[in-house]
Nanobody, 114 residues
């Protein structure tokens, strides 16, 4: 059973920064994509993802402010979030995708105060 453990959430003022971490229980080379999603009422939206080859995709709202990266040796994926806004508030979930299977972490709460 794949386990994903997120950390790094917290309370930050608008304009501040946070770095989220997602540690996987197995090699992240096993997954086609690793990504971060934010829970909104009724849906979970992609924030950023990175492929096994290192290609990245970002939501429009994250472009220019957030950076996703991976440390293959540590089996960890990061999301560096700068210039945080109140609308970035939410629970962030780490995702690992392998073919048709998706695995999720337990989520970490990010609260941005204005």
């Amino acid at each position: 059973q794949v386990q994903l453990v997120e950390s790094g959430g917290g309370l930050v003022q608008a304009g501040g920064s946070l770095r989220l971490s997602c540690a996987a229980s197995e090699s992240i080379f096993d997954f086609n994509f690793m990504g971060w999603y934010r829970q909104a009422p009724g849906q979970r939206d992609l924030v950023a993802r990175i492929s096994v080859g290192g290609s990245t995709n970002y939501a429009d709202s994250a472009k220019g402010r957030f950076t996703i990266s991976r440390d293959n040796a540590q089996n960890t994926v990061y999301l560096q979030m700068n210039g945080l806004k109140s609308e970035d508030t939410g629970v962030y979930y780490c995702n690992a995708n392998r073919l048709s299977r998706n695995y999720w972490g337990q989520g970490t709460l990010v609260t941005v105060s204005s």
